[in-house]
């Protein structure tokens, strides 16, 4: 009974480059919420998609963050020119109808 | 304001003693109320959630929440030093699915 799996779990770029981080939800989920924590931060919410749609991006960067749920594969967080200052943990979370929320291991994002 | 407050500093207990953490929250409309634990470097790990005013409790943990005054708060009983961690307070406001969190309440067991 796979959890909440995210990958890669480290990932390492250089300003400029874009980063990809993928998040398959647990078994039965379809609810996927996408959280980031700077460091001696807490965790604030980025954006909540369900397959094939956006439901609440409030907490998205305007600029260079994406973020999709297509119908077959991963969820996928997108930055693109990554900047120092998007160094942090990204995690994922799902659920089952949009209540407890049950969060995958992370990425740690380390932008040189 | 913030949405979810955590006050406390890093709380320091003895094996074997209750912890107690607090967490106050901003908005009334909140509906879901829950506790997540988080090792350093590790992922928030759900140990409690709580809907109803007054108390649930489960093994060693017990949330109580209190609406009105807005307020919900974990006890850890008889504190083991695999308790030590940090412990985020997060919020569900009623139509919104996303969660709110304090920025967190370090605890550390002494053996």
């Known amino acids: 009974n796979a959890g909440v799996m995210q990958n890669p779990r480290h990932l390492v770029r250089r300003r400029g480059q874009e980063a990809r981080l993928r998040c398959s939800p647990m078994?039965?989920?379809?609810?996927v919420y996408w959280y980031r924590q700077l460091p001696e931060e807490g965790l604030k919410f980025m954006v909540y998609l369900q397959k094939e749609n956006i439901i609440d991006e409030s907490g998205m960067p305007k600029e260079r963050f994406s973020a999709e749920f297509p119908k077959e594969g991963p969820s996928i967080l997108r930055i693109q020119q990554v900047v120092r200052g998007d160094s942090a943990a990204y995690f994922c979370?799902?659920?089952?109808?949009?209540?407890?929320?049950?969060f995958g291991a992370g990425t740690r994002l380390s932008v040189l | 304001q913030k949405e979810v407050e955590q006050n406390s500093g890093p709380l320091s207990v003895p094996e074997g003693a209750i912890a107690s953490l607090n967490c106050t929250y901003s908005?009334?409309?909140?509906?879901?109320f829950f506790w997540y634990r988080q090792y350093s470097g590790k992922s928030p790990e759900l140990i409690m959630f709580?809907?109803?005013?007054g108390d649930k409790e489960d093994g060693r943990f017990t949330a109580q929440l209190n609406k009105a005054s807005q307020y919900v708060s974990l006890l850890i009983r008889d504190s083991q030093p695999s308790d030590s961690a940090t412990y985020l307070c997060a919020v569900n406001t009623y139509g919104n699915n996303r969660l709110a969190f304090g920025k967190g309440n370090q605890v550390v067991v002494i053996p």
């Open positions: 908005d009334r409309g909140s509906q879901s």
């Open positions: 078994k039965g989920h379809s609810h």
């Open positions: 709580i809907y109803s005013n």
């Open positions: 979370a799902s659920s089952r109808a949009g209540d407890i929320q049950y």
